[in-house]
């Protein structure tokens, strides 16, 4: 969640980007601002809740960076200008702005996961309410098989500030195929090759999330057999669209 409301005072901007990633970082703040406005159109953030960050891979001996929104700016006030760049310790290396609350969890989660190319975290409404319960949202439609390959899991509670959240996102994912884990009282995180992977696994995490409540209320479920699923998640994630 946002905390902030801009620039710390007495914080200057600071400008630190290795020449050789200026090209790549430019890029990559696009893309970041635009995956944001994403979130909102889909209804998975409220006022200025919510982030998204990419990977910038290192290059000629520079480390990785990542781009990530600015704490506590309106959605509608969004530029590339204003993402922030940051080193994967999330110390700020480039911007204005003092960089998402959130930093240090998607930091944590790119150290230790170097296929990760996004993280995004959103307290999208359904998605959350299952999370407050603790509880995961099992594998009852062909959708989650698909994309999530079983049920999205639950993950610990943990508080806002450190990599604890990291922690807890990174030990519940290993343990699943699932790009998405409701960190509990919490909200949602995805990770993904890509931003807008990232983004795309929290549009069907709410979307699943919603679906399975309202089945839900019309009385007990039954999660697909696992031969079903993996089935499912296999010729979904190889055949699958455009190749």
């Known amino acids: 969640m946002e905390t902030g409301t801009g620039p710390a005072p007495g914080s200057p901007a600071v400008s630190g980007i290795p020449p050789q990633l200026a090209d790549a970082v430019a890029a990559a703040r696009r893309s970041v601002c635009d995956l944001h406005a994403l979130l909102a159109g889909n209804n998975l953030v409220a006022w200025t809740s919510g982030n998204v960050s990419a990977r910038v891979p290192g290059s000629g001996g520079s480390p990785d960076l990542m781009v990530i929104k600015p704490s506590g700016i309106g959605y509608a006030d969004l530029t590339p200008e204003s993402m922030v760049v940051c080193d994967l310790d999330g110390a700020r290396v480039d911007g204005s702005y003092q960089p998402s609350s959130d930093t240090f969890t998607h930091a944590h989660v790119y ?6 190319g996004g993280v ?20 009852v439609i062909t959708a989650m098989a698909d994309e999530f390959g079983g049920e999205i899991p639950v993950g610990p509670f943990a508080l806002i500030g450190g990599d604890e959240i990291g922690r807890g996102v990174v030990a519940t994912l290993a343990d699943h195929r699932s790009p998405a884990v409701l960190m509990r009282s919490h909200g949602v995180f995805t990770i ?10 929290a549009v069907m995490c ?24 993996d089935a499912l998640y296999r010729r979904y994630q190889t055949e699958y669209g455009q190749r």
Do not use: F, M, N
């Open 111 to 116: 150290r230790q996961l170097p296929r990760v």
């Open 192 to 201: 993904g090759a890509s931003a807008r992977d990232a983004v795309k696994a």
């Open 206 to 229: 709410e979307d699943a999330a919603r679906t399975v409540h309202l089945a839900r209320l019309h009385g007990e479920l039954t999660p697909l057999p696992q031969d079903q699923v």
């Open 120 to 139: 995004v975290h959103t307290h999208s409404t359904y998605a959350t309410a299952w999370a407050a319960r603790g509880e995961p949202i099992p594998c």
